[in-house]
């Protein structure tokens, strides 16, 4: 007897990833509320959200495994099994770097400068906007997915990774100008205070690198 494909479709794993997102967004959206309160001086609030933030992305890593755990061996679409790790890898990736700067802003108290505290929201808000553009992509997963990876569904995968691959430019272009602001201020700054304040930089940076490359990971599905 002949099976549907879309009955055969319907136990891939993409929707999975869906989950995954949806958990990576709640942690990554909190980083905002860490800035905050480093920008107020209040520490123990930045270690309370700190706390907040590794138990979620603990609930990250369960939407992680789960869908790791329902992926067969052999897919039944026209994109490579590794392909569909990676896309998951790199979603959990974001959830980890936001966890990391909650570490590295409990390791050692640090001081937001004066001149930096207007572009350090701007960047911090111009990297989840990257990720909430990463997140549409995943929105697209079942359409993609019914549609073969091609049509029009595959048309806006690529647009919309156009649009998430700008928005990581522009997040890059924010992040150096904070670099600027606190070099500027190096000399009035402990060298370990600068030195922090780069790993967290690029620590929230590494956010928006992630979600562009779940934008190239649908970009190869699309190709494939």
Do not use: Y
Request: aromatic letters at 4%.
């Amino acid at each position: 007897m002949r099976i549907p494909l879309a009955n055969l479709l319907a136990r891939n794993p993409l929707p999975k990833v869906g989950d995954l997102m949806d958990e990576v967004i709640r942690t990554s959206d909190r980083v905002q509320a860490l800035i905050d309160l480093l920008a107020t001086g209040d520490q123990a609030g930045v270690e309370r959200v700190a706390k907040e933030i590794s138990a979620m992305e603990g609930k990250a890593d369960d939407a992680k495994n789960a869908a790791r755990s329902k992926m067969p061996v052999r897919l039944l679409m026209p994109v490579d099994r590794r392909d569909v790790l990676k896309l998951i890898s790199e979603i959990d990736a974001i959830a980890d770097c936001a966890e990391d700067v909650g570490v590295l802003l409990t390791i050692r108290p640090l001081t937001v400068p004066e001149d930096m505290k207007p572009v350090l929201a701007l960047f911090v808000e111009s990297v989840l906007e990257t990720i909430r553009e990463a997140a549409k992509l995943i929105d697209l997963i079942d359409d993609l997915v019914e549609s073969g990876f091609a049509g029009p569904p595959a048309e806006r995968v690529l647009e919309q990774a156009a649009i998430l691959g700008r928005a990581e430019h522009e997040a890059d272009k924010i992040q150096d100008q904070c670099a600027k602001v606190l070099f500027k201020e190096e000399d009035s700054m402990p060298p370990a205070a600068v030195f922090m304040w780069t790993k967290v930089l690029n620590k929230i940076g590494d956010m928006a690198n992630h979600a562009e490359n779940v934008g190239d990971q649908f970009r190869l599905f699309v190709a494939g």
